[in-house]
């Protein structure tokens, strides 16, 4: 699904004197190559504030508490995304409210964020799922109507830019107030770990998240508020620091993938291409087709038989998950995330994948071997 190790060999100059100076420093935590990751992170996405954290989770359950959310609260969040989202609500005592998705963006619907607002709600986290903004016009109008708090989930947007009617365009995760993302080592932007961190263009929350990644501490050993222990270290710093200058070519070399496969697929009756947010750019986590025609988990194993792997992100929506039970939700709520866990298949997307590689996935994906 990913390869590494290729991308690795191209920049592994760049990435082994990255680490050899953090090795000769000694500086492993807090060290100054963490703060120069976040000042060129900062300026790439055109944000105030960018704070890392140990991973995207990390960033999710900060960003919750540093917007001072209270046991009871309710946060909107989609039933059709990665586990995290719910789990950091769940863990904080706040009430995961989970909506339905849109079949075409497989992102937040608006319409049903509406109709799930109660007086209780205090906040929204709408995840940009495959690497596209969800429609963030839509949801800042319903923050400010019901006065809500918006965390974007952009573990899978890095660099997604979002356009608003009135000609601003935004980076995923620095519209709403406090943006997470995540460096784990597939993202679009990876480390050799884990890794996460929150953007926010406020000052005073910027603060707060910093505080809180560190035991609540503001001054050394006061502790003004309760806190977690999560932070990057400076070695994947150094990663991301060298890695971050490639992104934009790797984002382009995930169109390029994404273009061949549209094409090789489109008008196919059995397949439907990825769906586009008309006011986001694609950054294309992932590549995830519908397959409508066919057996999805047969196409699957069809596709293992001849060595090409593919994988079904994701099989269960948040609300039928075990650990979710919620005698709120039953199977048939949210419709179309319920489609979508049945015919969702995502393929081989990374920034390595070569003419032949992509030829070879759509000639087997179309039966033509
Ligand atoms: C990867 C991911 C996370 C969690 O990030 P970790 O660094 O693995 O904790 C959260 N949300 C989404 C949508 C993700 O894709």
């Not at 890095?158 to 995923?172: M, P």
């Not at 990825?274 to 694609?282: I, L, R, Y």
């Amino acid at each position: 699904m990913v390869d590494l190790k290729s991308q690795y060999q191209h920049i592994k100059e760049d990435i082994d004197a990255g680490i050899q100076e953090v090795i000769d420093s000694a500086a492993f935590v807090k060290g100054k190559k963490v703060a120069e990751f976040q000042e060129h992170l900062a300026s790439y996405l055109g944000v105030k504030h960018v704070i890392c954290v140990g991973n995207g989770t990390d960033a999710l359950q900060i960003a919750l508490m540093a917007l001072g959310l209270k046991p009871g609260d309710e946060v909107i969040t989609p039933t059709f995304t990665f586990i995290a989202t719910a789990e950091v609500v769940a863990l904080l005592g706040l009430t995961p409210v989970v909506v339905d998705v849109d079949w075409e963006t497989m992102n937040i619907s608006i319409d049903s964020i509406r109709r799930s607002i109660t007086p209780r709600t205090k906040a929204i986290v709408p995840v940009h799922l495959f690497g596209q903004c969800a429609n963030m016009e839509g949801i800042m109008e319903i923050a400010r109507e019901y006065n809500l708090k918006v965390v974007e989930d952009a573990c899978q947007a890095i660099g997604a830019e979002y356009s608003f009617a009135d000609g601003r365009t935004a980076k995923a995760g620095c519209i709403g107030d406090i943006g997470c993302t995540s460096f784990f080592p597939s993202k679009n932007l990876g480390c050799y770990g884990d890794g996460g961190a929150l953007f926010t263009n406020d000052d005073a929350l910027a603060a707060r998240i910093s505080a809180i990644a560190n035991h609540g501490m503001v001054e050394r050993y006061h502790h003004d508020l309760i806190g977690v222990n999560s932070r990057l270290d400076s070695l994947q710093a150094a990663v991301l620091d060298a890695k971050l200058k490639h992104l934009d070519e790797y984002t382009s070399a995930r169109r390029g993938a994404a273009a061949y496969y549209d094409k090789a697929f489109a008008g196919n009756e059995n397949l439907l291409i990825p769906g586009h947010e008309p006011h986001s750019t694609h950054v294309y986590h992932q590549y995830t087709l519908r397959v409508i025609g066919w057996d999805r988990d047969a196409l699957k194993d069809k596709l293992a038989q001849h060595g090409v792997p593919a994988m079904v992100y994701y099989p269960v929506p948040l609300h039928l998950q075990k650990a979710y039970h919620d005698p709120r939700y039953k199977e048939g709520d949210f419709p179309v995330a319920e489609r979508l866990v049945k015919c969702v298949l995502s393929l081989p997307m990374h920034t390595e994948l070569d003419e032949e590689q992509l030829e070879y996935i759509c000639r087997t994906v179309k039966g033509e071997w």
